[in-house]
């Protein structure tokens, strides 16, 4: 194997693809941000300008190309921002998601800070328009002076930075200058001028508190006071080069500045890693509401997610995803959407969007085009509007039962209303543990992480960790954590994700029961995948009257909705396509599940099948709790770079500027390297047997992503070609539904006659055409709501209907003489015309 090839096989199996830092460029100086939506009456510390990026390490790989524009956006999604000693400096996370063309994610985790701008360009230029927007202000309130109203006119929304500044000449900086005090204003012989700075970290896995641990002991090394053990460069190389994936069903433990971070993956019978914190979601909505997001979700609403907390906007998001098992998300998914994609909000089809609220900012601000279909989360009031006529998720109240029952074993309230606070945030009331100082006792820690202590040693342990606690000591020096805190965060980390483990297992066990016998009911019809692919659109390949002759009846509605929706037809395409292929993994997992449940399943009869409660919470969540509390493989330790004399220099405070000659590419001194490429070489020999059995991979991979087709890269794109690009595809796929959703209601009238089996089948044909109604619906409502200007309550299709009775109105009252014919004729020609032009608009 090359080298090329080695390296791209190891990066396959790294830890983290990237790493990021977003900040200030002082060279091209501040950029003012048009799309964040702001108002130039703001202070200029308070308004948001166009964040860089500043180094991204490495420049790229060939599996996972870096978008740089939309990891900068997803970073900081409301640009730099700046502050002043006076205010709260913070530092904050979030996390965010990519998609590549082929559909596969990977995931951000940002941490960011404020650092102290040492620019004079940048401080100059602050102070500057500071000035300016106090002598604005001043005019712009002043109404005695008709001058100072034409003063106004002038906005600095329309000049560019530089235009800005040498506007001033000699004598209005002089008069300038003697504004101060004013809020808001920013004075440099008086303030300190601070900036948003973000360190993120891109990996394949949702490694959700290893990131956050590795980012934050980045950061905590570089503003404390001592320097840290080794240059930062050392520990960024590590992570991007030198730490492996864990493999499946193991965990790895890997070394950050202050202390070790242990990370964990499920095994090939265990459900995929989630680490989003569901928790959190749970206390932040509640089980009822809960419950309801998730059933829009499953019918594939549109679902509008509000937060001023990015990372809550995730949590949710994620959370939503995660409990589709097995089923999976095909529509658009932008858990963070910056000012400038709002637009995305006409986008006419499925969609799951998190946008961040200011303070004080009213519903009417997003202009919503249509509401009918429209699920609206609240994050931070604790509030679902969910569409009308949402049927109830089967088994509703016994579900919620459940669900409550798993919180409250872990002391949370299923009422939802309350706020958590990250596991790694410090808090004031927590008591200073004394300092963990001594090697002896940091070893203890670590062998009790790997489980390498013994029973007396191990009470010793905790009687060192319950002294600690009940002690208290002196102050940290800075960067480091008392013994109390590291582990707390280690319980707190446990306990989060047993509880996820047990929440998810609730929900998968709901649809083992539900489609337990689904196979049964697959239609394989085709002879070989190229006829099935040929013949997608005509085929139909899942017996859903059959299907549902067999469901309880208080199932039907949700069920006969379900079974029209896009992720349940491409779960179906993918078990038809597992004859000639293997199967998609999850898929995979599921099948297993069903096959090992059924063989201790006596009642097949779904009708009188009662609520069956989950019967593995506890197993399930002890496989992570054993693979947390003992790292199976550890990676290779941080260690000196072959950097040059001066390199590497620490300076409190400030994020130094990292060595590009040692982060561009890593050398190959890490072990796992050989072992990946070892593993590799076998590859070639499994295709060349999967292209015996006749796949056509290309074929297949292109039905798996047909319906992906709007990628995440082209959506995150701000410009007016991409948004112009965007919209047409939008209609594009209106047009298709239309012709398909069409064609199968005529289909299915048409073949009732034929389909008559003796079970019951006329109900369960007439509930399947109102489901195909209720969609042909949604669907009008869609294509009228999308670019709709205006509108008359929720529904955009009846929007448009009252503006057309309304121009009919007005056309037809000069018009009411007898034998006005041609008159009449006209004016309905006109009041087609006018909602021709409207839709022309759209």
Avoid at 519 to 547: M, Q, Y
Wanted: some cysteine.
């Amino acid at each position: 194997m090359s080298g090329t090839a080695a390296a791209t096989a190891a990066a396959s199996c790294r830890f983290a693809h990237y790493f990021v830092v977003c900040g200030v460029d002082a060279d091209t100086g501040l950029e003012p941000d048009d799309g964040a939506g702001e108002s130039f009456e703001q202070s200029p510390v308070r308004r948001s300008f166009k964040s860089k990026l500043l180094v991204h390490y490495p420049e790229n790989t060939d599996r996972n190309p870096f978008s740089k524009d939309a990891v900068n956006m997803l970073c900081m999604p409301r640009g730099l921002s700046f502050r002043t000693q006076t205010d709260r400096l913070d530092p904050q996370f979030h996390s965010f998601t990519l998609s590549s063309d082929d559909g596969t994610r990977s995931y951000g985790f940002v941490h960011t800070f404020y650092e102290e701008v040492t620019s004079p360009q940048i401080i100059t230029a602050m102070h500057t328009l500071s000035q300016m927007h106090h002598v604005e202000h001043q005019s712009s309130s002043s109404s005695s002076s008709p001058s100072s109203s034409a003063s106004s006119a002038s906005s600095p929304s329309t000049s560019s930075m530089d235009s800005l500044v040498s506007s001033l000449d000699e004598s209005d900086t002089e008069s300038l200058a003697a504004v101060s005090g004013c809020a808001g204003s920013f004075d440099p012989a008086r303030d300190t001028l601070y900036v948003s700075k973000a360190l993120c970290l891109l990996t394949p896995l949702p490694f959700l508190q290893a990131s956050r641990q590795f980012l934050s002991q980045l950061h905590l090394a570089a503003t404390s006071q001592t320097a840290p053990p080794l240059p930062l460069e050392s520990y960024i190389h590590n992570i991007l080069y030198e730490v492996p994936l864990p493999p499946p069903g193991r965990s790895l433990r890997f070394h950050g500045v202050h202390r070790p971070i242990v990370c964990q993956r499920p095994g090939p019978g265990e459900l995929p890693l989630g680490e989003y914190p569901l928790g959190e979601a749970f206390s932040l909505l509640g089980v009822d509401n809960m419950v309801q997001l998730l059933t829009c979700a499953f019918l594939e609403t549109q679902v509008l997610l509000c937060s001023q907390d990015y990372q809550r906007l995730m949590t949710v998001a994620e959370g939503i995803t995660t409990l589709l098992f097995p089923f999976q998300w095909q529509h658009i998914y932008l858990p963070i959407v910056s000012p400038p994609l709002h637009h995305l909000l006409d986008a006419p089809m499925p969609f799951l969007i998190g946008i961040q609220r200011r303070d004080g900012a009213q519903r009417s601000s997003l202009h919503l085009p249509h509401e009918a279909n429209l699920c609206i989360v609240d994050i931070d009031n604790h509030c679902v509007e969910a569409p009308e006529d949402l049927p109830m998720f089967p088994n509703q109240a016994e579900l919620i039962q459940e669900l409550s029952e798993v919180l409250l074993r872990f002391g949370l309230s299923p009422q939802g209303g309350v706020i958590t606070k990250p596991p790694t945030t410090p808090t004031t009331n927590t008591p200073a543990s004394p300092r963990v100082s001594s090697l002896v006792l940091e070893d203890l820690m670590e062998d009790r992480r790997n489980g390498n202590l013994g029973g007396e040693e191990l009470a010793v342990l905790e009687r060192l960790q319950a002294l600690a606690r009940r002690c208290g000591g002196g102050k940290m020096s800075d960067g480091e954590q008392t013994l109390g805190h590291v582990f707390e965060e280690e319980e707190e980390e446990l306990k989060a994700a047993k509880l996820n483990i047990q929440l998810r297992e609730v929900f998968a066990g709901r649809f083992s029961a539900m489609f337990g016998r689904y196979d049964e009911f697959v239609i394989h019809s085709a002879l070989d995948l190229d006829s099935w692919l040929s013949n997608r659109e005509g085929t139909f390949s899942f017996d859903k009257g059959s299907f549902l002759s067999v469901q309880p009846t208080t199932h039907l509605r949700f069920m006969s909705r379900f079974l029209e929706t896009s992720m349940f037809s491409s779960f179906v395409d993918g078990k038809v396509i597992s004859r000639w292929a293997e199967r998609d993994p999850l898929q995979q997992l599921f099948d297993n599940r069903l096959e090992k449940e059924g063989l201790y399943d006596t009642d097949k009869d779904s009708h009188n099948c009662h609520y069956r409660k989950c019967t593995t919470l506890f197993e399930s969540a002890q496989a992570t709790e054993r693979r947390l509390l003992k790292a199976d493989h550890t990676a290779i330790h941080p260690h000196l770079l072959d950097m040059r004399i001066g390199q590497g220099r620490h300076q409190p405070g400030y994020f130094p500027k990292l060595q590009a000659d040692v982060l561009v590419q890593g050398h190959n001194t890490n072990k796992w390297s050989s072992r990946v490429t070892a593993s590799r070489r076998s590859e070639p020999k499994r295709s060349t047997t999967a292209d015996h059995s006749g796949v056509d991979n290309e074929q297949r991979q292109k039905h798996t992503f047909m319906r992906k087709n709007l990628r995440q890269a082209k959506l995150l794109d701000p410009s007016p070609q991409a948004v112009t690009q965007t919209h047409r595809e939008f209609v594009d796929g209106l047009l298709s539904e239309c012709r398909l959703k069409t064609k199968r209601m005529l289909m299915e009238r048409m073949g009732k006659e034929s389909v008559d089996l003796g079970q019951g089948e006329a109900n369960i044909t007439g509930l399947q055409e109102n489901t195909l109604i209720h969609g042909l619906c949604d669907l009008l409502e869609r294509t009228w709501g999308h670019g709709l200007q205006l509108k008359q309550g929720k529904s955009a299709l009846w929007s448009h209907l009252l503006h057309y009775q309304a121009a009919q109105g007005k056309t037809q009252t000069p018009a009411e003489s007898p034998g006005s014919n041609g008159s009449e004729q006209r004016t309905f020609d006109e009041g087609a015309l006018l909602l021709r032009g409207s839709l022309t608009q759209t």
